[in-house]
């Protein structure tokens, strides 16, 4: 269901009025109005708790989200123009999921099962899900693994074998959380250039902000649930004053006049 006529290609994501308490009666997000055009890298920031996780997991619909329309709840999310409400399945295979934490993402006995697992899922024969996994593991430098068990390996080592798998199943959307959190620098250094590379639309949630100066020239500041800042990466986290109101440090990059404004 499009929901932009075919001249003008629709956001990769657009969020309205995005509400969303968990079982427990906790608000996560509330009202959370957004769009992100096709290609872009937009930064989640903002302090724990805030929201990001919860946003990020509401992008491939694994959360029912609502927007109050009158008594009735209305849609709130659409990826390149799809409402994820309706169109759940085929929104769940243009949105790749990294989560943030690789052993809820990693469950089968080697890392090849693994990353052929979305593939396999998604109707690719056997031997083309194999030669794309081993693919997208050569991508994450993890070729050598493929028959590795995943409990196995090291934390930065399953975090690159999920976002193998999640490449595997060609999304147009990545949605990142926390891709660089538990990197020694030489792995993180690794995880951002190849994350750099990736043409896809992407939404990370971080608290590293100096990879957003690198990765992202769009962050979005959220606290409570709510949106409080938009805009360019270098002006918003350049404003001292805003980012102490919400629990965030200026990163030192900038404190210290070292950045050249290059995802300004
Ligand atoms: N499964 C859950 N059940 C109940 N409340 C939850 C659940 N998961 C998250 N929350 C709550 O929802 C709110 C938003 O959490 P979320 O994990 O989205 O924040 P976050 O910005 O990603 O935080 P962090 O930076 O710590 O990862 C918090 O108040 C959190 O306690």
Request: charged letters at 25%.
């Given at each position: 269901?499009?929901?932009?006529?075919?001249?003008?290609?629709?956001?990769?994501?657009?969020?309205?009025?995005?509400?969303?308490?968990?079982?427990?009666?906790?608000?996560?997000?509330?009202?959370?109005?957004?769009?992100?055009?096709?290609?872009?890298?937009?930064?989640?920031?903002?302090?724990?708790?805030?929201?990001?996780?919860?946003?990020?997991?509401?992008?491939?619909?694994?959360?029912?989200?609502?927007?109050?329309?009158?008594?009735?709840?209305?849609?709130?999310?659409?990826?390149?123009?799809?409402?994820?409400?309706?169109?759940?399945?085929?929104?769940?295979?243009?949105?790749?999921?990294?989560?943030?934490?690789?052993?809820?993402?990693?469950?089968?006995?080697?890392?090849?099962?693994?990353?052929?697992?979305?593939?396999?899922?998604l109707?690719?024969?056997?031997?083309?899900?194999?030669?794309?996994a081993?693919?997208?593991?050569?991508?994450?430098?993890?070729?050598?693994?493929?028959?590795?068990?995943?409990?196995r390996?090291?934390?930065?080592?399953?975090?690159?074998?999920?976002?193998?798998?999640?490449?595997?199943?060609?999304?147009?959307?990545?949605?990142?959380?926390?891709?660089?959190?538990?990197?020694?620098?030489?792995?993180?250094?690794?995880?951002?250039?190849?994350?750099?590379?990736?043409?896809?639309?992407?939404?990370?949630?971080?608290?590293?902000?100096?990879?957003v100066?690198?990765?992202?020239?769009?962050?979005?500041?959220?606290?409570?649930?709510?949106?409080v800042?938009?805009?360019?990466?270098?002006?918003?986290?350049?404003d001292e004053?805003?980012?102490e109101?919400?629990?965030?440090e200026?990163?030192?990059?900038?404190?210290?006049?070292?950045?050249?404004?290059?995802?300004?």
């Amino acid at each position: 269901m499009a929901t932009t006529d075919a001249e003008t290609p629709p956001p990769a994501v657009r969020l309205s009025g995005l509400t969303y308490d968990y079982p427990d009666g906790r608000r996560a997000l509330d009202g959370v109005s957004l769009e992100i055009a096709p290609g872009e890298s937009t930064a989640l920031v903002g302090p724990n708790g805030a929201g990001k996780s919860t946003l990020l997991l509401h992008l491939n619909g694994l959360l029912p989200g609502r927007r109050w329309s009158g008594r009735r709840s209305a849609p709130a999310v659409w990826i390149d123009g799809l409402d994820a409400a309706h169109d759940a399945v085929q929104v769940r295979r243009k949105v790749g999921l990294l989560f943030q934490d690789p052993d809820d993402q990693l469950f089968s006995t080697t890392v090849l099962e693994d990353v052929a697992f979305g593939p396999l899922n998604l109707g690719l024969a056997a031997d083309e899900a194999r030669r794309l996994a081993l693919e997208c593991l050569e991508r994450v430098d993890l070729a050598d693994a493929a028959d590795r068990a995943p409990h196995r390996l090291s934390f930065g080592e399953r975090k690159r074998v999920c976002l193998a798998g999640v490449l595997a199943c060609r999304p147009s959307v990545l949605a990142l959380d926390e891709p660089t959190a538990n990197l020694d620098p030489r792995g993180r250094r690794r995880f951002l250039r190849l994350i750099a590379s990736l043409a896809a639309t992407k939404v990370i949630a971080t608290h590293d902000l100096e990879m957003v100066l690198e990765v992202c020239p769009r962050t979005i500041l959220l606290d409570a649930g709510r949106v409080v800042a938009d805009g360019p990466s270098r002006r918003i986290l350049d404003d001292e004053t805003l980012l102490e109101a919400h629990g965030l440090e200026r990163p030192l990059s900038l404190l210290i006049g070292r950045r050249d404004g290059s995802a300004s």
